[in-house]
């Protein structure tokens, strides 16, 4: 079974400055990878997903993500991070076409100081 | 509400009352999922279903009850076997491959009174 483990429970991070939030999967087969986040009392948005190709993905909002399969990685970053940024992340993993059943990380909460 | 809508944002439940939380979506999808969210504990998938009139149990599934009679339309009964249903919960539809991730609704936080 595939599991996603999110390193950071917390990350506090001054406004301008950039910001990694770590993701690491266990999966035996080939992934698909999606990082979410989420605001206060509101569903999940998508910020990005990696299906093939590239290993480096652009999302929205400026952030970026870079697949590692070698060390089943799929770190999100952002090189200069606004308040509005603050929010909960989520990576995801989806273990390829036959049923969509995507697993989730326990989250990042990111805290954007001034 | 980007195409799935969930009903209502906020709901009260006396102790041993079940209730039913509502999950529309308008994007076509096949499968549909709910989710419960707790603080610090992520997303737990309480039941799913990839298609009408079928559905699977998720990893939290006890004291919940589903139905998918619609395609559009997924709803989720807390019944008073749940012993803590306080929490927030999401809905969520997705194509049946892979590829698109997930589309969520904007929740429903459930209080227990």
């Known amino acids: 079974a595939q599991s996603v483990t999110q390193l950071d429970s917390q990350v506090p991070v001054f406004e301008e400055a950039p910001v990694e939030l770590r993701c690491n999967y266990s999966s035996s087969v080939s992934v698909y990878l999606f990082w979410y986040v989420q605001y206060p009392n509101q569903g999940l948005q998508l910020l990005l997903k990696?299906?093939?190709?590239?290993?480096l993905v652009k999302g929205i909002n400026g952030f970026e993500a870079e697949f590692n399969k070698s060390q089943t990685s799929f770190h999100l970053r952002k090189p200069s991070v606004h308040i509005s940024d603050t929010a909960e992340y989520f990576c995801?993993?989806?273990?390829?076409?036959?049923?969509?059943?995507?697993?989730f990380g326990g989250g990042t909460r990111v805290l954007v100081k001034p | 509400d980007g195409g799935i809508t969930q009903s209502p944002k906020y709901l009260f439940r006396k102790e041993g009352q079940n209730v039913t939380l509502s999950c529309e979506q308008y994007?076509?999808?096949?499968?549909m999922y709910w989710y419960r969210q707790d603080p610090g504990q992520g997303l737990r998938l309480i039941y799913y279903s990839q298609i009408v009139n079928d559905f699977q149990k998720g990893d939290i599934a006890e004291g919940y009850s589903v139905s998918r009679e619609k395609k559009e339309s997924f709803p989720l009964t807390v019944t008073s076997a749940q012993k803590n249903p306080t929490a927030f919960y999401l809905c969520?539809?997705?194509?049946?491959?892979?590829?698109?991730?997930?589309?969520f609704g904007s929740g429903t936080r459930l209080t227990v009174v």
């Open positions: 994007l076509n999808h096949d499968a």
């Open positions: 990696y299906l093939s190709g590239s290993t």
């Open positions: 969520a539809s997705s194509n049946r491959q892979g590829r698109g991730g997930y589309t």
């Open positions: 995801a993993v989806s273990e390829g076409a036959a049923v969509n059943k995507l697993t």
